[in-house]
Protein backbone atom coordinates (compact mmCIF):
# COMPACT_ATOMS: atom_id res chain seq x y z
CA UNK A 1 0.00 0.00 0.00
CA UNK A 2 2.55 2.32 0.58
CA UNK A 3 4.81 1.58 -1.90
CA UNK A 4 1.41 2.28 -4.02
CA UNK A 5 1.00 5.12 -2.74
CA UNK A 6 4.67 6.53 -3.05
CA UNK A 7 4.68 5.55 -6.99
CA UNK A 8 1.68 7.27 -7.63
CA UNK A 9 2.45 10.58 -6.30
CA UNK A 10 6.13 10.47 -7.96
CA UNK A 11 4.08 11.13 -11.26
CA UNK A 12 2.52 14.49 -10.68
CA UNK A 13 3.84 15.39 -7.27
CA UNK A 14 7.03 15.58 -5.24
CA UNK A 15 8.42 12.84 -2.78
CA UNK A 16 7.36 13.44 0.65
CA UNK A 17 10.96 14.27 1.53
CA UNK A 18 10.86 17.42 -1.40
CA UNK A 19 7.79 18.40 0.08
CA UNK A 20 9.17 18.69 3.88
CA UNK A 21 12.08 20.42 2.69
CA UNK A 22 10.03 22.96 0.34
CA UNK A 23 7.78 23.46 3.18
CA UNK A 24 10.72 23.96 5.27
CA UNK A 25 12.33 26.53 3.37
CA UNK A 26 9.50 28.37 2.76
CA UNK A 27 8.77 28.69 6.63
CA UNK A 28 11.64 29.19 7.46
CA UNK A 29 12.23 32.62 5.03
CA UNK A 30 9.04 33.99 5.67
CA UNK A 31 9.38 33.25 9.59
CA UNK A 32 12.84 35.18 9.40
CA UNK A 33 11.77 37.95 7.07
CA UNK A 34 8.00 38.43 7.78
CA UNK A 35 7.03 36.98 11.47
CA UNK A 36 10.40 38.12 13.78
CA UNK A 37 10.11 42.09 12.82
CA UNK A 38 6.49 41.76 13.95
CA UNK A 39 7.71 39.53 17.17
CA UNK A 40 10.49 42.18 18.04
CA UNK A 41 8.29 45.51 17.47
CA UNK A 42 6.31 43.78 20.02
CA UNK A 43 8.70 42.95 22.61
CA UNK A 44 10.82 45.90 22.47
CA UNK A 45 7.76 47.99 22.98
CA UNK A 46 6.62 46.50 25.78
CA UNK A 47 10.09 45.88 26.92
CA UNK A 48 9.41 48.12 29.97
CA UNK A 49 6.09 47.06 30.76
CA UNK A 50 2.60 48.09 30.03
CA UNK A 51 2.92 51.32 31.69
CA UNK A 52 6.12 52.43 29.88
CA UNK A 53 4.00 51.52 27.11
CA UNK A 54 1.25 53.87 27.48
CA UNK A 55 3.08 56.37 28.71
CA UNK A 56 5.01 56.65 25.64
CA UNK A 57 1.90 56.66 23.63
CA UNK A 58 0.17 59.45 25.84
CA UNK A 59 3.23 61.91 25.21
CA UNK A 60 1.94 64.61 23.72
CA UNK A 61 4.28 64.39 20.92
CA UNK A 62 2.95 61.00 20.19
CA UNK A 63 -0.62 62.23 20.60
CA UNK A 64 -0.52 64.96 18.36
CA UNK A 65 1.70 62.90 15.72
CA UNK A 66 -1.61 60.32 16.12
CA UNK A 67 -4.09 63.18 15.39
CA UNK A 68 -1.86 64.38 12.64
CA UNK A 69 -1.44 61.04 10.64
CA UNK A 70 -5.45 60.96 11.47
CA UNK A 71 -6.39 63.93 10.08
CA UNK A 72 -4.10 63.32 6.89
CA UNK A 73 -6.03 60.26 6.34
CA UNK A 74 -8.77 61.57 6.61
CA UNK A 75 -8.34 63.91 3.88
CA UNK A 76 -6.49 61.81 1.59
CA UNK A 77 -8.25 58.85 1.53
CA UNK A 78 -11.70 59.83 0.74
CA UNK A 79 -10.38 62.17 -2.37
CA UNK A 80 -8.66 58.71 -3.56
CA UNK A 81 -11.50 57.21 -3.21
CA UNK A 82 -13.49 59.59 -5.10
CA UNK A 83 -11.24 59.42 -7.53
CA UNK A 84 -10.82 55.74 -7.61
CA UNK A 85 -14.49 55.72 -8.23
CA UNK A 86 -14.71 58.25 -11.08
CA UNK A 87 -11.73 56.45 -12.77
CA UNK A 88 -13.00 53.26 -12.42
CA UNK A 89 -16.64 54.77 -14.10
CA UNK A 90 -15.06 56.14 -16.91
CA UNK A 91 -12.47 53.21 -17.68
CA UNK A 92 -15.36 50.36 -16.89
CA UNK A 93 -18.55 51.33 -18.68
CA UNK A 94 -17.35 53.46 -21.55
CA UNK A 95 -14.78 53.27 -24.56
CA UNK A 96 -12.81 55.56 -25.53
CA UNK A 97 -9.49 56.61 -27.24
CA UNK A 98 -5.85 56.16 -25.09
CA UNK A 99 -7.59 54.28 -22.36
CA UNK A 100 -4.69 51.80 -22.06
CA UNK A 101 -2.41 55.20 -21.69
CA UNK A 102 -4.79 56.72 -18.92
CA UNK A 103 -4.87 53.31 -16.67
CA UNK A 104 -0.44 53.79 -17.19
CA UNK A 105 -0.78 57.08 -16.18
CA UNK A 106 -2.79 56.09 -12.62
CA UNK A 107 -0.41 53.32 -11.97
CA UNK A 108 2.89 55.88 -12.21
CA UNK A 109 2.96 56.45 -8.64
CA UNK A 110 3.64 53.01 -7.30
CA UNK A 111 6.95 52.74 -9.52
CA UNK A 112 7.56 56.11 -8.41
CA UNK A 113 10.15 56.53 -5.43
CA UNK A 114 8.26 57.66 -2.42
CA UNK A 115 11.35 60.50 -1.65
CA UNK A 116 10.89 61.49 -5.59
CA UNK A 117 7.19 61.74 -4.52
CA UNK A 118 7.63 64.64 -2.32
CA UNK A 119 10.50 65.75 -4.41
CA UNK A 120 8.00 67.25 -6.93
CA UNK A 121 6.07 69.38 -4.06
CA UNK A 122 8.93 70.75 -2.29
CA UNK A 123 10.19 72.23 -6.25
CA UNK A 124 6.12 73.30 -6.76
CA UNK A 125 5.61 75.20 -3.52
CA UNK A 126 9.64 75.50 -2.16
CA UNK A 127 11.09 79.11 -1.90
CA UNK A 128 12.57 78.99 -4.91
CA UNK A 129 9.40 78.03 -7.05
CA UNK A 130 6.90 80.36 -8.23
CA UNK A 131 3.57 78.81 -6.62
CA UNK A 132 5.17 79.20 -2.75
CA UNK A 133 6.38 82.81 -2.55
CA UNK A 134 2.71 83.61 -3.82
CA UNK A 135 0.50 81.48 -1.53
CA UNK A 136 2.88 82.73 1.26
CA UNK A 137 1.66 86.35 0.40
CA UNK A 138 -1.99 85.17 1.01
CA UNK A 139 -1.10 83.22 4.53
CA UNK A 140 -1.00 80.02 2.96
CA UNK A 141 1.10 77.13 3.88
CA UNK A 142 2.14 74.15 1.76
CA UNK A 143 5.27 72.97 2.69
CA UNK A 144 6.26 72.51 6.10
CA UNK A 145 2.84 72.06 6.79
CA UNK A 146 -0.67 69.62 6.60
CA UNK A 147 -1.06 70.71 3.29
CA UNK A 148 1.77 69.76 1.67
CA UNK A 149 1.77 66.22 3.98
CA UNK A 150 -1.88 65.77 2.73
CA UNK A 151 -0.66 66.07 -0.81
CA UNK A 152 2.35 63.95 -0.68
CA UNK A 153 0.15 61.54 0.61
CA UNK A 154 -2.48 61.47 -2.02
CA UNK A 155 0.32 61.07 -4.52
CA UNK A 156 1.25 58.23 -2.50
CA UNK A 157 -1.76 56.77 -2.30
CA UNK A 158 -3.24 57.73 -5.60
CA UNK A 159 -4.08 54.30 -7.52
CA UNK A 160 -4.97 52.08 -4.62
CA UNK A 161 -8.99 52.61 -5.27
CA UNK A 162 -9.23 52.63 -8.76
CA UNK A 163 -6.38 49.61 -9.27
CA UNK A 164 -9.05 47.57 -7.26
CA UNK A 165 -12.21 48.69 -9.46
CA UNK A 166 -10.96 48.76 -12.53
CA UNK A 167 -10.62 45.22 -13.57
CA UNK A 168 -13.46 44.48 -11.20
CA UNK A 169 -15.97 46.96 -13.07
CA UNK A 170 -14.66 46.01 -16.53
CA UNK A 171 -15.29 42.05 -15.21
CA UNK A 172 -19.15 43.12 -14.35
CA UNK A 173 -19.63 44.82 -17.68
CA UNK A 174 -22.70 47.19 -18.13
CA UNK A 175 -25.63 44.75 -18.24
CA UNK A 176 -26.62 45.74 -14.61
CA UNK A 177 -26.88 49.10 -15.09
CA UNK A 178 -28.33 49.58 -18.63
CA UNK A 179 -31.21 47.63 -17.85
CA UNK A 180 -31.82 49.72 -14.28
CA UNK A 181 -31.45 52.81 -17.54
CA UNK A 182 -34.29 51.42 -19.20
CA UNK A 183 -36.58 50.63 -16.21
CA UNK A 184 -36.44 54.73 -15.83
CA UNK A 185 -33.66 54.62 -13.49
CA UNK A 186 -31.50 58.05 -13.44
CA UNK A 187 -27.72 57.81 -13.36
CA UNK A 188 -27.78 58.22 -10.27
CA UNK A 189 -30.07 56.18 -8.73
CA UNK A 190 -28.31 53.69 -10.85
CA UNK A 191 -25.01 54.46 -9.28
CA UNK A 192 -26.13 54.16 -5.50
CA UNK A 193 -28.67 51.21 -5.68
CA UNK A 194 -27.08 49.03 -8.52
CA UNK A 195 -23.10 49.57 -9.14
CA UNK A 196 -22.46 50.49 -5.66
CA UNK A 197 -24.07 47.23 -3.94
CA UNK A 198 -22.00 45.33 -6.77
CA UNK A 199 -18.63 46.76 -6.51
CA UNK A 200 -18.86 47.52 -2.59
CA UNK A 201 -16.61 44.85 -1.27
CA UNK A 202 -14.03 45.69 -4.11
CA UNK A 203 -14.52 49.45 -3.27
CA UNK A 204 -13.89 48.53 0.85
CA UNK A 205 -11.00 46.11 -0.61
CA UNK A 206 -9.32 49.44 -1.97
CA UNK A 207 -10.16 51.85 0.53
CA UNK A 208 -8.09 49.43 3.20
CA UNK A 209 -5.07 49.12 1.36
CA UNK A 210 -5.36 52.80 0.73
CA UNK A 211 -5.78 54.31 4.16
CA UNK A 212 -2.55 51.78 5.66
CA UNK A 213 -0.35 53.01 3.65
CA UNK A 214 -1.41 56.55 3.96
CA UNK A 215 -1.07 56.15 7.71
CA UNK A 216 2.48 54.61 7.03
CA UNK A 217 4.08 56.50 4.38
CA UNK A 218 7.60 57.71 5.45
CA UNK A 219 9.88 58.94 2.38
CA UNK A 220 6.88 61.39 0.71
CA UNK A 221 6.05 62.64 3.69
CA UNK A 222 9.36 63.17 5.16
CA UNK A 223 10.68 65.06 2.55
CA UNK A 224 8.05 67.68 2.88
CA UNK A 225 7.04 67.98 6.40
CA UNK A 226 10.23 69.89 7.98
CA UNK A 227 9.94 67.84 11.36
CA UNK A 228 8.35 69.63 13.52
CA UNK A 229 7.93 67.71 16.70
CA UNK A 230 4.05 68.08 17.64
CA UNK A 231 3.16 70.14 14.81
CA UNK A 232 4.41 68.47 11.42
CA UNK A 233 5.41 64.94 12.56
CA UNK A 234 2.88 61.75 11.57
CA UNK A 235 3.39 58.67 13.30
CA UNK A 236 6.05 57.25 11.07
CA UNK A 237 7.90 60.49 11.29
CA UNK A 238 7.84 60.48 14.81
CA UNK A 239 9.06 56.68 15.41
CA UNK A 240 12.07 58.06 12.72
CA UNK A 241 12.88 61.13 15.83
CA UNK A 242 12.42 58.66 18.96
CA UNK A 243 14.58 56.23 17.41
CA UNK A 244 17.40 58.08 16.48
CA UNK A 245 17.24 59.80 19.78
CA UNK A 246 17.82 56.15 20.76
CA UNK A 247 14.67 56.10 22.79
CA UNK A 248 13.71 52.70 21.75
CA UNK A 249 11.07 51.80 24.14
CA UNK A 250 9.20 54.57 22.75
CA UNK A 251 10.14 54.40 19.04
CA UNK A 252 8.85 50.48 18.93
CA UNK A 253 5.52 51.73 21.22
CA UNK A 254 4.28 54.42 18.26
CA UNK A 255 5.27 51.12 16.11
CA UNK A 256 3.36 48.75 17.95
CA UNK A 257 0.20 50.89 16.83
CA UNK A 258 1.01 50.77 13.22
CA UNK A 259 2.20 47.40 13.11
CA UNK A 260 -2.04 46.73 15.00
CA UNK A 261 -3.23 48.62 11.66
CA UNK A 262 -0.92 46.28 9.34
CA UNK A 263 -2.76 43.62 11.26
CA UNK A 264 -6.23 44.62 11.23
CA UNK A 265 -5.79 45.30 7.59
CA UNK A 266 -4.44 41.96 6.48
CA UNK A 267 -7.65 40.34 9.20
CA UNK A 268 -10.00 42.93 7.16
CA UNK A 269 -8.38 41.97 3.85
CA UNK A 270 -8.80 37.98 4.25
CA UNK A 271 -12.53 38.36 5.48
CA UNK A 272 -13.09 40.19 2.47
CA UNK A 273 -11.44 37.90 -0.21
CA UNK A 274 -13.43 35.42 1.81
CA UNK A 275 -16.79 37.09 0.96
CA UNK A 276 -15.20 37.86 -2.92
CA UNK A 277 -14.97 34.19 -2.86
CA UNK A 278 -18.39 32.89 -1.66
CA UNK B 1 -13.12 45.63 -28.15
CA UNK B 2 -16.91 46.00 -28.14
CA UNK B 3 -17.62 47.80 -31.31
CA UNK B 4 -17.04 46.06 -34.30
CA UNK B 5 -18.80 48.13 -36.58
CA UNK B 6 -17.47 51.50 -36.63
CA UNK B 7 -18.70 54.67 -37.82
CA UNK B 8 -16.82 56.61 -40.11
CA UNK B 9 -17.14 59.74 -37.84
CA UNK B 10 -14.03 59.77 -35.90
CA UNK B 11 -14.95 59.39 -32.15
CA UNK B 12 -13.47 59.89 -29.29
CA UNK B 13 -15.13 57.39 -27.47
CA UNK B 14 -17.95 54.84 -28.77
CA UNK B 15 -21.53 55.85 -28.31
CA UNK B 16 -23.44 53.76 -25.10
CA UNK B 17 -26.71 54.77 -22.89
CA UNK B 18 -24.47 54.85 -19.81
CA UNK B 19 -24.48 58.62 -18.46
CA UNK B 20 -21.28 60.09 -16.69
CA UNK B 21 -18.67 60.11 -18.86
CA UNK B 22 -18.45 63.46 -19.05
CA UNK B 23 -18.11 64.04 -15.27
CA UNK B 24 -16.30 61.06 -14.08
CA UNK B 25 -13.89 60.78 -16.99
CA UNK B 26 -13.51 65.08 -16.78
CA UNK B 27 -12.99 64.60 -13.18
CA UNK B 28 -10.70 61.76 -13.02
CA UNK B 29 -8.53 63.72 -15.66
CA UNK B 30 -8.17 67.14 -13.87
CA UNK B 31 -7.42 65.62 -10.38
CA UNK B 32 -4.24 62.91 -12.06
CA UNK B 33 -2.99 66.29 -13.61
CA UNK B 34 -2.95 68.27 -10.68
CA UNK B 35 -1.88 65.76 -8.17
CA UNK B 36 0.75 63.84 -10.16
CA UNK B 37 0.90 65.12 -13.54
CA UNK B 38 1.64 68.39 -13.15
CA UNK B 39 3.77 67.91 -10.19
CA UNK B 40 6.03 65.44 -11.62
CA UNK B 41 6.66 67.79 -15.22
CA UNK B 42 7.83 70.39 -12.56
CA UNK B 43 10.42 68.20 -11.58
CA UNK B 44 11.62 67.68 -15.50
CA UNK B 45 11.10 71.28 -16.44
CA UNK B 46 13.46 72.28 -13.29
CA UNK B 47 16.08 69.65 -14.93
CA UNK B 48 15.63 71.52 -17.87
CA UNK B 49 16.52 74.54 -16.47
CA UNK B 50 19.52 73.72 -15.41
CA UNK B 51 20.97 72.91 -19.42
CA UNK B 52 22.28 69.83 -20.13
CA UNK B 53 25.97 70.58 -18.84
CA UNK B 54 24.78 71.42 -15.33
CA UNK B 55 22.85 67.92 -15.46
CA UNK B 56 24.97 65.86 -16.70
CA UNK B 57 27.84 67.34 -14.16
CA UNK B 58 25.20 66.65 -11.55
CA UNK B 59 24.15 63.11 -12.36
CA UNK B 60 27.75 62.17 -13.27
CA UNK B 61 28.57 63.33 -9.60
CA UNK B 62 31.12 60.19 -8.30
CA UNK B 63 28.73 60.36 -4.96
CA UNK B 64 25.54 60.39 -7.33
CA UNK B 65 26.85 57.34 -9.36
CA UNK B 66 28.09 55.32 -6.66
CA UNK B 67 24.17 55.73 -4.57
CA UNK B 68 22.61 54.85 -8.01
CA UNK B 69 25.02 51.92 -7.93
CA UNK B 70 24.10 50.81 -4.81
CA UNK B 71 20.44 51.44 -5.13
CA UNK B 72 20.40 49.11 -8.11
CA UNK B 73 22.48 46.67 -7.19
CA UNK B 74 20.68 46.24 -3.87
CA UNK B 75 17.25 45.89 -5.77
CA UNK B 76 18.88 43.42 -8.27
CA UNK B 77 20.10 40.84 -5.55
CA UNK B 78 17.23 41.35 -3.64
CA UNK B 79 15.11 40.52 -6.94
CA UNK B 80 16.46 37.53 -7.28
CA UNK B 81 16.81 36.06 -3.59
CA UNK B 82 12.58 37.35 -3.52
CA UNK B 83 13.06 34.80 -7.26
CA UNK B 84 13.66 31.83 -5.66
CA UNK B 85 12.27 32.10 -2.45
CA UNK B 86 9.16 33.84 -3.63
CA UNK B 87 8.28 30.48 -5.85
CA UNK B 88 9.25 28.39 -2.90
CA UNK B 89 6.58 30.05 -0.95
CA UNK B 90 3.82 30.37 -3.81
CA UNK B 91 4.19 26.74 -5.20
CA UNK B 92 3.84 26.19 -1.36
CA UNK B 93 0.70 27.74 -0.81
CA UNK B 94 -1.02 26.65 -3.87
CA UNK B 95 0.07 22.83 -4.30
CA UNK B 96 -0.18 21.92 -0.49
CA UNK B 97 -2.52 21.44 2.30
CA UNK B 98 -1.57 22.30 5.83
CA UNK B 99 -2.91 23.70 8.76
CA UNK B 100 -2.32 27.70 8.75
CA UNK B 101 -2.29 27.77 5.00
CA UNK B 102 -4.80 31.01 5.12
CA UNK B 103 -2.72 32.26 7.86
CA UNK B 104 0.62 32.39 5.76
CA UNK B 105 -1.40 33.34 2.46
CA UNK B 106 -2.52 36.30 4.44
CA UNK B 107 0.96 37.23 5.95
CA UNK B 108 2.20 37.18 2.68
CA UNK B 109 0.73 40.90 2.65
CA UNK B 110 2.51 42.25 5.46
CA UNK B 111 5.27 44.24 3.78
CA UNK B 112 2.27 46.02 1.53
CA UNK B 113 0.48 46.59 4.98
CA UNK B 114 3.13 47.34 7.27
CA UNK B 115 4.87 51.11 7.20
CA UNK B 116 8.13 50.64 6.04
CA UNK B 117 9.66 53.12 9.01
CA UNK B 118 8.26 50.12 11.62
CA UNK B 119 9.64 47.67 9.09
CA UNK B 120 12.93 49.63 8.81
CA UNK B 121 13.11 49.64 12.98
CA UNK B 122 12.72 46.25 13.37
CA UNK B 123 14.99 45.07 10.60
CA UNK B 124 17.28 47.38 12.32
CA UNK B 125 16.72 46.06 15.75
CA UNK B 126 17.20 41.91 14.11
CA UNK B 127 20.46 42.04 12.48
CA UNK B 128 22.70 44.74 14.52
CA UNK B 129 25.53 42.88 15.69
CA UNK B 130 23.61 42.49 19.30
CA UNK B 131 19.92 41.94 17.84
CA UNK B 132 18.38 38.10 17.57
CA UNK B 133 19.62 37.29 14.21
CA UNK B 134 22.71 39.41 14.00
CA UNK B 135 24.34 38.31 17.00
CA UNK B 136 24.12 34.71 15.49
CA UNK B 137 25.22 35.84 12.30
CA UNK B 138 27.98 37.49 13.61
CA UNK B 139 29.36 34.54 15.62
CA UNK B 140 29.80 33.34 11.93
CA UNK B 141 31.63 36.48 11.33
CA UNK B 142 28.92 38.23 8.91
CA UNK B 143 27.60 41.70 9.91
CA UNK B 144 24.70 42.30 8.20
CA UNK B 145 22.97 45.76 9.74
CA UNK B 146 24.99 49.16 8.42
CA UNK B 147 26.44 47.18 6.02
CA UNK B 148 25.31 47.21 2.15
CA UNK B 149 23.99 43.48 3.07
CA UNK B 150 21.53 45.53 5.60
CA UNK B 151 19.85 47.15 2.12
CA UNK B 152 19.26 44.22 0.52
CA UNK B 153 18.18 42.71 3.95
CA UNK B 154 14.99 45.43 3.37
CA UNK B 155 14.64 44.99 -0.43
CA UNK B 156 14.42 41.77 0.60
CA UNK B 157 11.25 42.30 3.00
CA UNK B 158 9.52 45.46 1.14
CA UNK B 159 9.46 42.67 -2.53
CA UNK B 160 8.52 39.59 -1.17
CA UNK B 161 4.61 39.63 -2.20
CA UNK B 162 5.49 41.03 -5.59
CA UNK B 163 6.63 37.69 -7.02
CA UNK B 164 4.76 35.82 -4.64
CA UNK B 165 1.26 37.73 -5.60
CA UNK B 166 2.08 37.67 -9.37
CA UNK B 167 3.13 34.11 -9.33
CA UNK B 168 0.39 32.41 -7.16
CA UNK B 169 -2.38 32.77 -9.37
CA UNK B 170 -0.81 31.87 -12.67
CA UNK B 171 0.43 28.28 -10.48
CA UNK B 172 -3.47 28.41 -9.83
CA UNK B 173 -4.77 28.20 -12.99
CA UNK B 174 -2.35 25.42 -14.09
CA UNK B 175 -3.85 22.87 -15.65
CA UNK B 176 -2.74 19.74 -13.98
CA UNK B 177 -3.19 17.42 -16.94
CA UNK B 178 -0.38 19.05 -18.69
CA UNK B 179 1.30 17.82 -15.67
CA UNK B 180 -0.62 14.32 -15.80
CA UNK B 181 0.18 14.37 -19.69
CA UNK B 182 3.94 14.74 -19.46
CA UNK B 183 4.41 12.40 -17.13
CA UNK B 184 2.83 10.06 -18.97
CA UNK B 185 5.30 10.52 -21.36
CA UNK B 186 8.18 9.53 -19.14
CA UNK B 187 9.16 13.04 -17.92
CA UNK B 188 10.49 13.18 -14.16
CA UNK B 189 9.08 15.14 -11.65
CA UNK B 190 12.04 17.52 -12.23
CA UNK B 191 11.21 17.63 -15.75
CA UNK B 192 7.95 18.22 -15.46
CA UNK B 193 8.50 21.47 -13.36
CA UNK B 194 11.73 22.54 -15.02
CA UNK B 195 10.18 21.78 -18.98
CA UNK B 196 6.28 22.30 -18.42
CA UNK B 197 5.37 24.33 -15.53
CA UNK B 198 8.38 26.74 -15.50
CA UNK B 199 8.13 28.11 -18.83
CA UNK B 200 4.83 28.96 -18.60
CA UNK B 201 5.29 30.39 -15.18
CA UNK B 202 8.19 32.79 -16.77
CA UNK B 203 6.61 35.54 -17.78
CA UNK B 204 4.76 35.97 -14.27
CA UNK B 205 7.94 35.65 -12.37
CA UNK B 206 9.96 38.25 -14.76
CA UNK B 207 6.42 40.91 -14.00
CA UNK B 208 7.11 40.15 -10.64
CA UNK B 209 11.02 40.41 -10.42
CA UNK B 210 10.90 43.97 -12.52
CA UNK B 211 8.00 44.93 -9.72
CA UNK B 212 9.74 43.57 -6.81
CA UNK B 213 13.33 45.69 -8.63
CA UNK B 214 11.20 49.04 -9.35
CA UNK B 215 10.06 48.96 -6.02
CA UNK B 216 13.38 47.88 -4.33
CA UNK B 217 15.65 51.37 -6.51
CA UNK B 218 12.98 53.49 -4.91
CA UNK B 219 12.70 52.10 -1.14
CA UNK B 220 13.73 54.71 1.40
CA UNK B 221 12.05 54.27 4.44
CA UNK B 222 12.92 50.75 5.37
CA UNK B 223 16.20 51.09 3.88
CA UNK B 224 17.73 53.83 5.70
CA UNK B 225 17.76 52.69 8.98
CA UNK B 226 19.38 49.37 8.53
CA UNK B 227 21.66 50.90 5.65
CA UNK B 228 24.10 52.65 7.77
CA UNK B 229 24.21 55.03 5.28
CA UNK B 230 28.09 56.14 4.61
CA UNK B 231 28.55 58.02 1.26
CA UNK B 232 30.57 55.32 -1.42
CA UNK B 233 29.47 52.00 0.74
CA UNK B 234 25.76 52.22 1.88
CA UNK B 235 24.02 55.44 0.72
CA UNK B 236 21.22 54.72 -1.45
CA UNK B 237 19.84 57.01 -3.92
CA UNK B 238 16.71 58.02 -2.24
CA UNK B 239 18.85 59.13 0.35
CA UNK B 240 21.05 61.88 -1.39
CA UNK B 241 17.99 63.23 -2.58
CA UNK B 242 17.13 63.81 0.90
CA UNK B 243 20.80 64.49 1.77
CA UNK B 244 20.72 67.06 -1.35
CA UNK B 245 17.43 68.76 0.01
CA UNK B 246 18.21 69.35 3.36
CA UNK B 247 21.27 71.19 2.50
CA UNK B 248 19.18 73.59 -0.13
CA UNK B 249 20.74 72.03 -2.37
CA UNK B 250 17.30 71.74 -5.32
CA UNK B 251 19.78 71.15 -8.50
CA UNK B 252 21.56 68.23 -7.24
CA UNK B 253 18.59 66.99 -5.42
CA UNK B 254 16.51 67.57 -9.18
CA UNK B 255 18.94 65.92 -11.49
CA UNK B 256 19.53 62.54 -8.93
CA UNK B 257 15.22 62.87 -8.87
CA UNK B 258 14.99 62.87 -12.89
CA UNK B 259 17.54 60.21 -13.45
CA UNK B 260 15.65 57.64 -10.54
CA UNK B 261 12.35 58.89 -12.26
CA UNK B 262 13.64 58.00 -15.83
CA UNK B 263 14.55 54.47 -14.46
CA UNK B 264 11.10 54.39 -13.16
CA UNK B 265 10.00 54.90 -16.28
CA UNK B 266 11.84 52.50 -18.44
CA UNK B 267 11.16 49.35 -15.37
CA UNK B 268 7.42 50.71 -16.39
CA UNK B 269 7.65 50.02 -19.80
CA UNK B 270 9.82 46.84 -19.10
CA UNK B 271 6.82 45.51 -17.16
CA UNK B 272 4.63 46.29 -20.13
CA UNK B 273 6.24 44.52 -22.32
CA UNK B 274 6.58 41.47 -20.93
CA UNK B 275 2.69 41.66 -20.00
CA UNK B 276 2.14 42.38 -23.65
CA UNK B 277 4.80 39.43 -24.75
CA UNK B 278 3.03 37.08 -22.32
CA UNK B 279 -0.65 38.30 -23.65
CA UNK B 280 0.42 37.48 -27.11
CA UNK B 281 2.15 34.00 -26.39
CA UNK B 282 0.60 32.27 -23.26
CA UNK B 283 -3.14 34.34 -23.22
CA UNK B 284 -2.68 36.00 -19.91
CA UNK B 285 -1.45 39.12 -18.75
Known amino acids: ?278 | MTATVQSSRWHFREPGVIPGFRLTFGFAVCYLSLVILIPLSGLVWHSSNLGWDAFWALASDPRTIAALKISFGSAVLAALINTVFGLVVAWVLVRYRFPGRRIVDAVVDLPFALPTAVAGIALATLYAPNGMIGAWLADFGFKVAFTPAGIVVALVFIGLPFIVRTVQPVLEEVDREIEEAAATLGASRLDIVRRVLLPGLLPAILTGFAMAMARGIGEYGSVIFIAGNIPYVSEIAPLLIVIRLEEFNYAAATAVGVVMLSISFLMLLIINLIQAWSRGRFGHG
Not at chain 1, 137 to 161: D, K, N, Q
Not at chain 1, 207 to 220: D, P, Q, T, Y
Request: charge should be negative; proline fraction near 4%.
Open chain 1, 1 to 278: MADQTISIQSATAETPLVRLVLMAIAFLFLALFLFLPLVVVVSEAFRNGVGAWFQAILDPDALASIRLTLLVAAISVPLNMVFGVAAAWAIAKFEFRGKAFLITLIDLPFSVSPVISGLVYVLLFGSGSVLGPWLKGWGIEILFAVPGITLATIFVTFPFVARELIPLMQDQGSADEEAALSLGASGWQTFLHVTLPNIRWGLLYGVLLCNARAMGEFGAVSVVSGHIRGLTDTMPLHIEILYNEYNFAAAFAVASLLVGLALVTLVLKTAIERRYAD
